[in-house]
């Protein structure tokens, strides 16, 4: 079936794994997300080992509420920059990004939300500090030294949440403000650098099956990751 444009989309451009709709307004940053887009297509396929049987829709928004209701949020924080809608991923325009985003920030969310596709397309059912540090650390859509300031502040004042804490569901706000996206981002880092890809994408299919893919349990693995952090993110 159609899927229904928000506003005025009236332009398009087609690549070989997605098709990006926008206005003229965001026309001179198009390539730009294109190239991006594309350039990280095969590496995240493989490292994930998942493929897109077609190709993906992507919007464009100049305007906040524009991507807001594309995203079917009332009242939705002035942070987001982009999501999943229904059959397309949706994101600000990078023109006119958010506050405490950037150009490139925006760019990089296109990608954030292509991972998200691919981690629900091999299991819908996953916890978000996963899902949500699979995206960020592929997409790289986060400013480094945000991430390092509030891991190590965590660890100065002993306050870095559990992975119960981060797994907040559908509770994006909740998430955000427990610095899930930063935190989750560093757990997705230690589980690739320690244990690798193929280690990730068991996780993947099997979230809580931290004995079998690990050989930890899941306090066992919550202490390495805070290892991790520590000798990675903690200055000395």
Request: aromatic share 10%.
């Amino acid at each position: 079936m159609d899927i229904i444009r928000e506003g005025t989309l009236n332009l398009s451009q087609e690549t070989q794994h997605f098709i990006i709709y926008y206005t003229e307004v965001d026309k001179t940053c198009i390539d730009k997300v294109s190239e991006v887009l594309e350039n990280n297509y095969n590496r995240i396929t493989v490292n994930l080992n998942q493929q897109i049987d077609e190709k993906l829709s992507i919007e464009i928004h100049s305007e906040l509420n524009q991507l807001h209701r594309a995203l079917g949020l009332i009242n939705a924080p002035n942070w987001i920059r982009g999501g999943i809608g229904v059959g397309k991923i949706v994101i600000a325009s990078p023109l006119n990004p958010p506050p405490r985003s950037e150009f490139n920030n925006v760019v990089n969310t296109a990608v954030h939300e292509f991972v998200h596709i691919i981690v629900n397309k091999i299991n819908g059912d996953t916890p978000r500090w996963l899902n949500e540090g699979i995206a960020c650390y592929e997409a790289k859509d986060n400013n480094e030294e945000w991430i390092r300031e509030t891991v190590e502040n965590g660890l100065v004042n002993n306050i870095v949440p559990t992975l119960n804490e981060l797994d907040t569901g559908e509770d994006f706000e909740t998430f955000f403000k427990r610095d899930g996206y930063q935190y989750s981002y560093t757990i997705v880092e230690s589980i690739i650098k320690e244990f690798g890809y193929d280690k990730l994408c068991d996780l993947i299919k099997s979230p809580k099956s931290f004995v079998d893919i690990f050989e930890k349990t899941e306090l066992q693995f919550q202490k390495n990751w805070i290892e991790f952090i520590k000798k990675n993110y903690l200055l000395t």
